[in-house]
């Protein structure tokens, strides 16, 4: 029986775009759905130079740091999103009224751009353990050679460290570390300093891998250190899903479908049909494909499988890292300017692994702050602007900002529902639910309480801890989890959907245990097995 | 979107307006540019300003050496007020003029200096907001 296309796969972020490219690389021929928003091009408006020297030269520099509609000034309390800038403001738009949610409890960021999340991700790219794989539902064996296919594909920079072993484990051909600036330079030292009795409490402290290059790689270039990595991709020295999908669209065997919101499916004896919408006439129509690959993300392959099976799965589980941030300030740096020449991104991670046996670790995230402007936090404090103003700009090059991360685990209390809403495109919206049970709240609190004293005694002293609200951490996991009996609303440990033929998933949704460190690796690493899976299941 | 216009004296009224913002928040005379780039705004964002914010504002632009006490007392009683908002957008568009460069980007000082400066603006800061939020409770 004929059909429109072999694969669909549904969603641009990395985990569709990993998954396209192994099936392409099969031979085998794929068509994208996705919505695919593009942002607004401030590149044509970006003079050549770092962010310092455009700082002091650039007459229309509002244009790229505001937003010529000053999109990125936000004068609401801080919510998960609001740190975008222009260049990446489009990462949020139409979310609201094509995928609502309704919540008290649990404010994730969802994406309906090209590339998804990946198009604003930071690059934060962690291998998990055997151990945390095997918590998970990975296989470990197979896992390991798809973080190398990764690792190959899109260039992580990582240093050899006391971080290594949680970081990147048994990856190899990894870039040379990138530089840390000063502030995380003179943090190290003083981290070097008092290393052996760091060490027997679990604390870990290193260069973090990411997928930003150190050196020219797959005709990419390095980075140039100009701290405008938040505000372009001009040399992709980040990797982005795009970069993927750009290569892919070239290619002969692959279709992009833009503009499309996949609805649900349903499959007969020999095919797959995908109903989708399309978002600018309101039309829908049906694809009908042998293969179908959910890779929506967590939050949007849930939707697609919740109208799909409406009678039989009415609830799904949910993951997600509890996430704080912990400004410090770093009061060796009070009178220093931070170095000319660094990256916007994390410059350094730290673990502690409290019982030092690699379980249930906590990760910590270290930036130093300067290209997200100062006009931001000044709002933040209270204080009258002019006294904020004379405040931080000289506490800036000693702030630093330290991303804290939680493990997650499945709980009643953590759970996906669809409810009517006869206003949104689709006629409904996901209802989210997200709590933590005592235990958990608990050890949270202790081990954020654990977190604040190392810093302190690093010389970095933290000033209050902000909480996104749950659901901030943006590392989502566990909707569809991996199960051994055919359940609906559960994924085979193949990746295949329970209940379906030929349904495979290829995102976060099957994990069943979610370790303290950005999932993205992971989720890219996983797509391709899950790719590879469903060629073996022809 | 940008409304395409605003009233003429309207748009007046605003550059004068921002003159007096700015140097308020800057300590000088503001370039010509972030009074244009502050009109702009006015003209994508909304500025609703309620019936004591608005009268605030009259006094301030009569008498702006009150600007710090008043600023001081809105950010602890009322911290999102839409007075405070036109002088965040201010501030936002003024860390955007090359020429206020160093006011925002961090400079080379001894530690003592650093510290000095700190205690300074933290000492005014408090007294500003203390004595701003009595203002706020007489007018
Ligand atoms: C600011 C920021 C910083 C981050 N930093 C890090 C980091 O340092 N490290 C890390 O590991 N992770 C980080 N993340 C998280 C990371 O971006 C996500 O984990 C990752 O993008 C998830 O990939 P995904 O492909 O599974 O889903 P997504 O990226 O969400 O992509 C889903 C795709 O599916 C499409 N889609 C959804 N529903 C439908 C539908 N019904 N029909 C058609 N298309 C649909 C969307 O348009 C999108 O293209 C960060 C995220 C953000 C926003």
Redesign the pocket.
């Known amino acids: 029986m004929s059909v429109d296309y072999e694969y669909v796969v ?8 990993m998954a396209a490219q192994t099936l392409i690389d099969a031979g085998r021929h794929v068509a994208m ?5 593009l942002g607004r091009d401030y590149e044509a408006t970006l003079p050549q130079g770092s962010y310092e020297e455009l700082r002091r030269t650039d007459p229309n520099q509002y244009r790229y740091l505001l937003g010529d509609q000053f999109e990125s000034v936000d004068w609401d309390d801080i919510k ?2 609001a ?2 800038t222009p260049a ?1 403001k489009h ?1 949020a738009r139409e979310v609201e009224r ?2 609502p949610m309704i919540s008290q409890t649990f404010f994730p ?18 291998v998990y353990s055997d151990q945390e794989l095997a918590r998970a539902g990975l296989s470990s064996a197979a896992m390991r050679s798809a973080y190398q296919v990764v690792c190959d594909r899109v260039g992580i920079s990582a240093g050899q460290d006391d971080v290594s072993r949680y970081v990147i484990g048994h990856l190899a051909n990894t870039l040379p570390p990138l530089q840390m600036d000063n502030s995380t330079q003179q943090l190290y030292k003083t981290y070097q300093a008092k290393r052996r009795s760091l060490n027997k409490r679990g604390i870990y402290f290193g260069n973090p891998a ?1 997928a930003l290059l150190s050196t020219p790689f797959n005709n990419r270039k390095a980075t140039r250190y100009d701290d405008m990595d938040f505000y372009t991709d001009r040399d992709r020295a980040g990797y982005r ?1 795009w970069i993927t999908l750009n290569v892919l669209r070239e290619h002969p065997n692959f279709t992009y479908l833009g503009g ?4 649900r499916f349903y499959e007969d004896e020999t095919s797959t049909f995908v109903e ?1 919408l399309n978002v600018h006439t309101n039309q829908s129509r049906t694809i009908k494909c042998r293969v179908l690959i959910l ?7 849930a ?2 499988v919740l109208r799909s099976f409406k009678k039989d799965v009415r609830q799904l589980s949910l993951l997600c890292n509890p996430y704080s941030y912990l400004p410090c300030l770093h009061l060796r740096m009070l009178g220093t300017p931070l170095s000319a020449q660094k990256t916007s ?2 410059q350094a991670f730290m673990i502690y692994d409290e019982k030092n046996a690699g379980n249930d670790i906590v990760s910590m ?1 270290i930036y130093t702050y300067r290209s997200l402007m100062l006009y931001k936090i000044i709002k933040e404090a209270p204080l009258d602007f002019s006294d904020g103003l004379g405040i931080f700009s000289i506490l800036q090059s000693a702030l630093m900002i330290v991303g804290i991360h939680h493990p997650d685990a499945p709980s009643p209390k953590k759970y996906l529902r669809l409810m009517e809403k006869a206003d949104s495109p689709t006629g409904d919206a996901l209802f989210a639910h997200y709590e933590l049970d005592g235990t958990e709240a608990k050890q949270v609190a202790q081990k954020e309480r654990t977190v604040r004293s190392i810093f302190a005694g690093l010389g970095c002293y933290p000033l209050r801890s902000v909480r996104p609200g749950f659901g901030g ?4 996991a566990g909707s569809l989890p991996f199960h051994s009996s055919e359940l609906a609303g559960t994924t085979s440990s193949n990746g295949r959907l329970h209940k379906t033929r030929s349904v495979f998933v ?3 949704s099957g994990f069943n245990y979610l370790p303290a ?8 690493a996983n ?1 391709h097995v899950t790719a590879l899976n469903a060629l073996a299941h022809e | 979107m940008t409304k395409q216009t605003l009233p003429q004296d309207m748009e007046k009224e605003l550059a004068v307006e921002a003159r007096v913002l700015g140097s308020y928040l800057i300590g000088e005379r503001i370039d010509e540019r972030a009074v244009a780039l502050y009109v702009k705004a006015h003209r994508t964002i909304p500025f609703v300003l309620d019936e004591k914010d608005q009268r605030l504002l009259n006094l301030l632009l009569k008498h702006p050496f009150l600007l710090g006490s008043v600023d001081g007392g809105l950010a602890l009683v009322k911290r999102r007020s839409h007075l405070r908002k036109k002088l965040y957008y201010l501030l936002a568009i003024l860390e955007t003029i090359p020429r206020y460069s160093k006011k925002f980007l961090s400079q080379k000082r001894p530690f003592w200096a650093a510290v000095l400066n700190l205690a300074f603006f933290g000492i005014r800061g408090v007294m500003r907001a203390l004595t701003g939020c009595m203002l706020y409770i007489l007018i």
Do not use: F, N
């Open positions: 549904i969603g641009s972020g990395p985990s569709g775009t759905v996705d919505v695919g928003i998960v999103g740190q975008l990446r990462l094509l995928i960021m969802e994406s309906m751009a090209y590339g998804g999340l990946g198009s604003g991700w930071g690059l934060g790219a962690y990411m899903p499309l919101l996949a609805l989708v890779a929506a993300g967590v939050l949007g392959s939707r697609i991104m994390a995230a951490s943006i590392h989502y290829a995102d976060g460190k950005g999932v993205t690796l992971t989720l890219m797509a």
